[in-house]
């Protein structure tokens, strides 16, 4: 029979030695060098915002003056699809990730540390 507060330290300790795992990969993953391997990966580092694309073209189109009116009608429609994608187009980078696993990491150092003292 096991004590149950020994056995949720050692999850927590599982946890956080997979996040540390985690974040180590990531850092590993942004370092490599090379031609075609940077390349690729360039775009996990910078990854593309299309709606927020669309949007500033959907704004500067909605504030151009011409008398026909044509602009408008494409401008918002155009900004309305951009916030569409933010919404569903995930534009989180190998930093965003590694950011996320540090937190989650230090949130897990603490809750350990608080339940040990």
């Known amino acids: 029979m096991t004590d149950p507060l020994k056995q949720r330290l050692a999850n927590l300790q599982k946890f956080?030695?997979?996040?540390?795992?985690?974040?180590?990969?990531?850092?590993?993953?942004?370092?490599?060098?090379?031609?075609?391997?940077?390349?690729?990966?360039?775009?996990?580092?910078?990854?593309?915002?299309?709606?927020?694309?669309?949007?500033?073209?959907?704004?500067?189109?909605?504030?151009?003056?011409?008398?026909?009116?044509?602009?408008?009608a494409i401008g918002a429609p155009m900004i309305i699809a951009g916030r569409y994608l933010d919404k569903k187009y995930n534009s989180s980078t190998i930093h965003d990730i590694g950011h996320h696993t540090k937190n989650n990491i230090s949130s897990i150092a603490d809750f350990k540390n608080s339940l040990i003292s």
């Open 16 to 72: 956080s030695d997979s996040a540390k795992r985690r974040a180590n990969l990531y850092t590993d993953i942004a370092k490599i060098g090379g031609s075609t391997p940077s390349r690729s990966l360039d775009v996990l580092q910078k990854a593309p915002a299309p709606g927020k694309k669309l949007q500033k073209i959907g704004f500067l189109m909605l504030w151009i003056p011409e008398p026909t009116g044509v602009t408008c």
